[in-house]
Protein backbone atom coordinates (compact mmCIF):
# COMPACT_ATOMS: atom_id res chain seq x y z
CA UNK A 1 0.00 0.00 0.00
CA UNK A 2 1.31 3.33 -1.12
CA UNK A 3 1.90 5.87 2.25
CA UNK A 4 2.71 9.23 1.88
CA UNK A 5 2.71 11.14 5.00
CA UNK A 6 3.87 14.83 5.68
CA UNK A 7 5.15 16.39 8.62
CA UNK A 8 6.82 19.24 10.33
CA UNK A 9 4.35 22.55 9.76
CA UNK A 10 3.76 24.43 12.93
CA UNK A 11 3.10 28.29 13.65
CA UNK A 12 5.98 30.55 12.94
CA UNK A 13 6.92 34.17 12.78
CA UNK A 14 7.13 35.99 9.86
CA UNK A 15 11.19 35.92 8.60
CA UNK A 16 11.19 32.68 10.38
CA UNK A 17 12.49 29.17 9.18
CA UNK A 18 10.45 25.37 8.88
CA UNK A 19 11.46 22.37 7.36
CA UNK A 20 8.98 20.39 5.76
CA UNK A 21 9.93 15.92 5.54
CA UNK A 22 7.65 14.03 3.46
CA UNK A 23 7.77 9.94 4.17
CA UNK A 24 6.75 7.66 0.92
CA UNK A 25 6.63 4.28 1.17
CA UNK A 26 4.77 1.49 -1.48
CA UNK A 27 6.63 2.32 -4.12
CA UNK A 28 10.39 2.73 -5.38
CA UNK A 29 11.16 6.26 -3.92
CA UNK A 30 14.38 6.41 -5.57
CA UNK A 31 12.62 6.40 -9.67
CA UNK A 32 10.17 8.79 -7.94
CA UNK A 33 10.04 13.07 -9.43
CA UNK A 34 8.23 14.83 -6.25
CA UNK A 35 6.79 17.69 -5.36
CA UNK A 36 5.57 19.92 -3.23
CA UNK A 37 1.82 21.52 -3.60
CA UNK A 38 0.46 24.22 -1.49
CA UNK A 39 -3.54 25.41 -0.61
CA UNK A 40 -3.99 28.31 1.46
CA UNK A 41 -7.04 28.64 3.63
CA UNK A 42 -10.06 28.51 1.49
CA UNK A 43 -8.39 29.07 -1.60
CA UNK A 44 -7.09 26.43 -4.62
CA UNK A 45 -4.26 24.48 -5.57
CA UNK A 46 -0.74 26.18 -5.83
CA UNK A 47 2.36 23.78 -6.93
CA UNK A 48 5.19 25.30 -5.22
CA UNK A 49 8.11 22.95 -7.08
CA UNK A 50 9.46 19.43 -7.63
CA UNK A 51 12.79 17.39 -7.43
CA UNK A 52 13.55 14.74 -10.06
CA UNK A 53 14.87 11.47 -9.39
CA UNK A 54 18.73 11.26 -9.19
CA UNK A 55 18.29 8.89 -12.11
CA UNK A 56 17.15 11.65 -13.70
CA UNK A 57 19.80 14.72 -12.65
CA UNK A 58 18.36 15.09 -9.21
CA UNK A 59 17.54 18.96 -10.05
CA UNK A 60 14.73 21.09 -8.59
CA UNK A 61 12.13 23.39 -10.22
CA UNK A 62 10.67 26.21 -8.13
CA UNK A 63 7.70 28.67 -8.06
CA UNK A 64 8.31 32.16 -8.54
CA UNK A 65 7.23 32.99 -5.40
CA UNK A 66 9.03 30.75 -3.83
CA UNK A 67 12.27 30.89 -5.63
CA UNK A 68 15.09 31.93 -3.62
CA UNK A 69 13.57 31.17 -0.68
CA UNK A 70 12.19 27.81 -0.19
CA UNK A 71 14.48 24.28 -1.23
CA UNK A 72 13.60 20.85 -1.84
CA UNK A 73 16.18 17.86 -1.11
CA UNK A 74 16.02 14.64 -0.74
CA UNK A 75 17.35 10.85 1.23
CA UNK A 76 16.61 7.97 -0.92
CA UNK A 77 18.16 5.96 1.97
CA UNK A 78 15.31 7.60 4.07
CA UNK A 79 12.71 7.57 1.41
CA UNK A 80 11.94 11.36 1.98
CA UNK A 81 11.45 14.04 0.48
CA UNK A 82 12.20 18.27 2.58
CA UNK A 83 10.91 21.55 1.91
CA UNK A 84 13.02 24.26 3.87
CA UNK A 85 11.52 26.80 3.52
CA UNK A 86 13.30 30.39 5.17
CA UNK A 87 12.56 34.24 4.80
CA UNK A 88 8.75 33.04 5.64
CA UNK A 89 5.72 35.54 4.92
CA UNK A 90 2.26 35.78 5.93
CA UNK A 91 1.38 34.54 2.36
CA UNK A 92 3.06 30.98 2.62
CA UNK A 93 0.13 30.33 5.22
CA UNK A 94 -1.42 27.20 3.38
CA UNK A 95 -1.70 23.40 3.87
CA UNK A 96 1.45 21.97 2.48
CA UNK A 97 0.93 18.48 0.41
CA UNK A 98 3.47 16.46 -0.65
CA UNK A 99 2.70 14.05 -4.26
CA UNK A 100 4.45 12.25 -6.51
CA UNK A 101 5.72 13.73 -9.92
CA UNK A 102 4.36 14.48 -12.39
CA UNK A 103 1.07 13.00 -12.36
CA UNK A 104 -0.01 13.12 -8.73
CA UNK A 105 -0.75 9.89 -8.14
CA UNK A 106 -0.15 9.99 -4.82
CA UNK A 107 -0.75 12.43 -2.39
CA UNK A 108 -0.64 13.15 1.05
CA UNK A 109 -2.99 14.02 3.91
CA UNK A 110 -1.08 17.61 4.35
CA UNK A 111 0.52 19.40 7.07
CA UNK A 112 -0.83 23.40 8.42
CA UNK A 113 2.17 25.90 8.15
CA UNK A 114 1.15 29.37 9.86
CA UNK A 115 3.14 32.57 9.42
CA UNK A 116 2.12 34.99 11.88
CA UNK A 117 2.91 37.41 14.40
CA UNK B 1 -5.23 35.26 -10.75
CA UNK B 2 -4.46 31.54 -11.94
CA UNK B 3 -2.67 30.67 -15.50
CA UNK B 4 -5.66 28.06 -16.48
CA UNK B 5 -8.98 29.11 -16.50
CA UNK B 6 -12.04 27.44 -15.16
CA UNK B 7 -15.72 28.25 -14.20
CA UNK B 8 -15.89 28.82 -10.08
CA UNK B 9 -18.77 25.99 -9.73
CA UNK B 10 -20.47 23.92 -11.44
CA UNK B 11 -24.14 22.00 -10.50
CA UNK B 12 -26.64 19.45 -11.66
CA UNK B 13 -29.29 16.93 -10.44
CA UNK B 14 -28.25 13.43 -10.02
CA UNK B 15 -28.15 11.47 -13.36
CA UNK B 16 -26.97 14.70 -15.26
CA UNK B 17 -24.16 14.99 -16.93
CA UNK B 18 -21.89 17.78 -16.44
CA UNK B 19 -18.91 18.91 -18.06
CA UNK B 20 -16.05 21.45 -16.65
CA UNK B 21 -13.66 23.39 -18.98
CA UNK B 22 -9.86 24.33 -18.28
CA UNK B 23 -8.76 26.85 -20.41
CA UNK B 24 -4.95 27.78 -21.07
CA UNK B 25 -2.38 28.73 -23.98
CA UNK B 26 0.47 27.54 -26.22
CA UNK B 27 2.77 27.21 -23.46
CA UNK B 28 1.22 24.69 -21.08
CA UNK B 29 -2.27 22.96 -22.29
CA UNK B 30 -1.15 23.89 -25.91
CA UNK B 31 1.91 21.60 -25.68
CA UNK B 32 1.73 19.52 -22.22
CA UNK B 33 -0.49 16.64 -20.93
CA UNK B 34 -3.73 17.73 -18.41
CA UNK B 35 -4.24 16.22 -15.02
CA UNK B 36 -7.19 16.77 -12.87
CA UNK B 37 -8.26 16.69 -9.22
CA UNK B 38 -10.91 15.73 -7.23
CA UNK B 39 -10.50 17.46 -3.61
CA UNK B 40 -13.59 16.30 -1.26
CA UNK B 41 -14.08 18.59 1.73
CA UNK B 42 -11.33 18.79 4.19
CA UNK B 43 -9.43 15.93 2.18
CA UNK B 44 -6.65 16.01 -0.08
CA UNK B 45 -6.65 16.08 -3.91
CA UNK B 46 -6.90 12.90 -5.76
CA UNK B 47 -6.19 12.20 -9.31
CA UNK B 48 -8.82 11.94 -11.47
CA UNK B 49 -8.08 11.58 -15.14
CA UNK B 50 -4.43 11.61 -15.80
CA UNK B 51 -2.55 12.88 -19.74
CA UNK B 52 -5.78 14.66 -20.78
CA UNK B 53 -7.95 11.38 -20.92
CA UNK B 54 -6.32 8.56 -18.80
CA UNK B 55 -8.05 7.23 -15.67
CA UNK B 56 -6.17 5.34 -12.78
CA UNK B 57 -7.16 2.49 -11.61
CA UNK B 58 -10.21 2.78 -9.35
CA UNK B 59 -11.79 5.80 -11.00
CA UNK B 60 -15.18 5.30 -12.29
CA UNK B 61 -15.93 5.38 -16.02
CA UNK B 62 -18.20 7.92 -15.75
CA UNK B 63 -15.69 10.55 -15.45
CA UNK B 64 -13.90 11.50 -18.51
CA UNK B 65 -11.25 13.74 -19.67
CA UNK B 66 -10.47 15.33 -23.02
CA UNK B 67 -8.10 18.07 -24.61
CA UNK B 68 -8.52 20.11 -27.66
CA UNK B 69 -5.59 22.67 -28.59
CA UNK B 70 -5.27 24.89 -25.33
CA UNK B 71 -8.49 24.24 -23.72
CA UNK B 72 -9.10 20.55 -21.73
CA UNK B 73 -12.82 19.09 -19.87
CA UNK B 74 -13.61 17.06 -17.78
CA UNK B 75 -16.83 15.28 -18.11
CA UNK B 76 -18.90 13.57 -15.51
CA UNK B 77 -22.05 11.52 -16.27
CA UNK B 78 -24.78 9.74 -14.15
CA UNK B 79 -24.00 12.67 -11.33
CA UNK B 80 -24.20 11.23 -7.57
CA UNK B 81 -24.48 13.10 -4.66
CA UNK B 82 -20.56 12.02 -3.65
CA UNK B 83 -19.09 13.84 -6.47
CA UNK B 84 -20.07 16.86 -5.03
CA UNK B 85 -16.43 18.44 -4.48
CA UNK B 86 -13.75 20.90 -6.01
CA UNK B 87 -12.05 19.70 -9.16
CA UNK B 88 -8.51 21.41 -10.65
CA UNK B 89 -7.00 21.01 -14.05
CA UNK B 90 -3.28 21.31 -13.91
CA UNK B 91 -0.49 21.29 -16.44
CA UNK B 92 3.39 22.05 -16.79
CA UNK B 93 4.14 25.31 -18.32
CA UNK B 94 6.82 25.14 -20.62
CA UNK B 95 7.59 28.86 -20.50
CA UNK B 96 7.12 29.39 -16.88
CA UNK B 97 9.21 26.30 -16.04
CA UNK B 98 6.70 24.95 -13.14
CA UNK B 99 3.52 23.10 -13.19
CA UNK B 100 0.34 25.56 -13.07
CA UNK B 101 -3.15 24.60 -11.41
CA UNK B 102 -6.91 26.22 -12.29
CA UNK B 103 -8.51 27.90 -9.82
CA UNK B 104 -10.71 25.24 -9.27
CA UNK B 105 -14.14 24.55 -10.06
CA UNK B 106 -16.79 23.82 -7.14
CA UNK B 107 -19.38 21.38 -8.33
CA UNK B 108 -22.97 21.20 -6.51
CA UNK B 109 -25.22 18.00 -6.94
CA UNK B 110 -28.35 19.69 -6.37
Redo the contacts between chains.
Sequence with gaps: EVQVVESGGGLVKPGGSLRLSCAASGFTFSDAWM?W?RQPPGK????V??IKSKTAGGTT????PVKGRFTISRDDSKNTVYLQMNSLETEDTAVY?C?TD????H????TLVTVSS | QSVLTQPPSASGTPGQRVTISCSGGSSNIGRNAVNWYQQLPGTAPKLLIYTNNQRPSGVPDRFSGSKSGTSASLAISGLQSEDEADYYCAAWDDSLNGRVFGGGTKLTVL
Design positions: SVGLEWGRDYAAYAPRGMWGQG
